[in-house]
């Protein structure tokens, strides 16, 4: 059961233009959600987060809006640079037993191109 | 930097050989993860660790086992690795908001 969905494996846009990478999640109990950014051959590192109280968190070019009726958050990167290209994965956490159990998504392929 | 190493970065084994993944923190952090990447599947959770000694399982946990005798230090073991398991495997460590995670810098496991 993927209770986070990310449903576009790739993604290229043209630098400048924005990008938009969406995520969709089952678990209603999900208290925060994450987006990750991960190059070749390295571990993936934090971009940015939001809380489950709220519907947008910015951050330089980085902003995740989170829309929980329909349960669903988007990543949007303006304006893109050859530099993002990367995947970016989508995660959800929540409080089980005392810790924050992450449950990730499969990842999309960010290509800016220049 | 978080400060997690994992080693070896890279191993080429054999079916049915065990090989132990280490991963090192310098952050004194209580809670220590071990996941797996696959394509199409993300990064699933195989065990973690919530302390000395104490560990449990993720999704994703049969084949492996660990063990955590220093704060520091998270060992996964694939008792007879198969060739399923040939994967690249990141060790994490919480940090904050919740959810969180630094990763280490990568295995990549290669079973023939």
């Known amino acids: 059961d993927q209770q986070v969905k990310q449903n576009s494996p790739s993604l290229s846009v043209q630098e400048g233009r924005i990008s938009i990478l969406n995520c969709d999640y089952t678990?209603?109990?999900?208290?925060?959600f994450l987006w990750y950014k991960k190059y070749p051959a390295e571990g993936p590192t934090f971009l940015i987060s939001?809380?489950?109280?709220?519907d947008k968190n910015e951050d330089g070019r980085f902003t995740v809006f989170l829309n929980k009726s329909a349960k669903h958050l988007s990543l949007h990167i303006v304006p893109s640079q050859p530099g993002d290209s990367a995947v970016y994965f989508c995660?959800?956490?929540?409080?089980?037993?005392?810790?924050?159990?992450?449950?990730f998504g499969t990842g999309t392929k960010l290509q800016v191109i220049p | 930097d978080a400060g997690i190493t994992q080693s070896p970065r890279h191993k080429v084994t054999e079916t049915g050989t065990p090989v132990t993944l280490r991963c090192h923190q310098t952050?004194?952090?209580?809670?220590m993860y071990w996941y797996r990447q696959d394509p199409g599947h993300g990064l699933r959770l195989i065990h973690y660790?919530?302390?000395?000694?104490?560990?449990d399982k993720g999704e994703v946990s049969d084949g492996y086992s660990v063990s955590r005798s220093k704060t520091e230090d998270f060992l996964l073991t694939l008792e007879s690795a198969t060739s399923s398991q040939t994967s690249v495997y990141f060790c994490?460590?919480?940090?904050?908001?919740?959810?969180?995670?630094?990763f280490g810098p990568g295995t990549r496991l290669t079973v023939l």
């Open positions: 995660a959800a956490s929540a409080n089980s037993g005392g810790y924050q159990k992450v449950t």
């Open positions: 678990n209603s109990m999900f208290d925060y």
């Open positions: 939001i809380s489950s109280i709220k």
């Open positions: 952050e004194n952090h209580r809670y």
């Open positions: 660790s919530y302390g000395v000694k104490d560990t």
């Open positions: 994490a460590i919480n940090s904050s908001p919740p959810g969180t995670q630094y």
